[in-house]
């Protein structure tokens, strides 16, 4: 979701090649299908546009003025087209998130998700200012993990801690509040407590595959391996992270002798 959000960024910034490394990364390692079928489109789309750019010195032709003398039709084409691709983007953030969280992001309204909106084309101000005025009774724990995620990329890494917490704690069965406080203790070198963040996500049963696939990551990063070996090889039965795990266990078992095990 994240490699998404940075393809859909670059292609606004007109950076093609960014782009097609972020959605290469998709296609590499995701498996949800919606994801997929996402970045196949926007795939199709940078190879299309790259074929038509005109050559330098090329005037390309009119297609509207062919169309309609005043252009309207097009432009109403051309409006709708980025309606849907907008309404799109937040459709499939909310699909792709985890347990009971998408039908709980979509019945907080469309306010809401113009907030979100915002907030995946990157205009975070804007996304922050639509999420102050919302009323009173939207005030729980999505509306703050939001929130505590815009302050997180401002850079303001204590109003997001402190967000997030308070989110977990209005709704301990949210991941979401947990993964973020996993990436911003990562993040800001506090590995330690991230980790005990994954292990009582484990415990309590939150998005435990992935915890256990975090837990794995930050022993590495601890350079505890022989625990980073024990929590990848739990997931070698996992039919959405077996490949992952695998992945970083075999050069782990090969870096402490195991080489039969790899």
């Given amino acids: 979701r994240l490699n998404l959000a940075e ?3 670059a292609i606004s910034s007109g950076d093609r090649k960014k782009a097609g490394e972020h959605l290469g990364i998709i296609m590499e390692l995701a498996d949800d299908p919606a994801l997929r079928e996402h970045a196949e489109r926007l795939l199709r ?11 330098p010195g090329e005037v390309p032709a009119c297609a509207s003025c062919e169309e309609s003398e005043d252009g309207t039709e097009d432009e109403e084409h051309d409006g709708t087209d980025k309606a849907i691709a907008r309404e799109d983007r937040v459709a499939l ?17 469309e306010e809401f998700a113009r907030g979100c909106l915002f907030s995946l084309e990157g205009d975070r101000e804007a996304a922050l200012r ?22 997180f990329h401002a850079g303001d890494n204590g109003a997001c801690e402190k967000l997030l917490l308070k989110a977990r704690e209005q709704n301990p069965a949210n991941p979401l509040c947990g993964i973020g406080l996993v990436q911003l203790y990562t993040e800001t070198g506090r590995a330690h407590e991230a980790l005990q963040v994954v292990e009582r996500m484990i415990a309590d049963g ?9 837990q ?10 022989s625990n980073a070996v024990e929590s990848y090889s739990r997931l070698l039965d996992s039919p959405r992270y077996a490949k992952e795990a ?17």
């Fill in 7 to 9: 393809a859909e960024y």
């Fill in 45 to 55: 789309e940078l190879d299309s546009g790259a074929s038509e750019q005109a050559p």
């Fill in 93 to 109: 953030y909310f699909h792709t998130l985890p347990g009971n969280l998408p039908d709980r992001y979509a019945a907080m309204g």
């Fill in 130 to 151: 639509v999420f102050e005025t919302l009323p009173p009774d939207k005030e729980n724990d999505i509306l703050i993990y939001e929130k505590a995620i815009i302050h």
């Fill in 206 to 214: 939150l998005e435990a595959e992935q915890a256990r696939l975090m």
């Fill in 216 to 225: 794995g990551e930050l022993h590495s990063l601890l350079k505890d391996d």
């Fill in 246 to 262: 695998a992945e970083r266990l075999v050069p782990l078992l090969q870096g402490l002798g195991r080489t039969q095990e790899a």
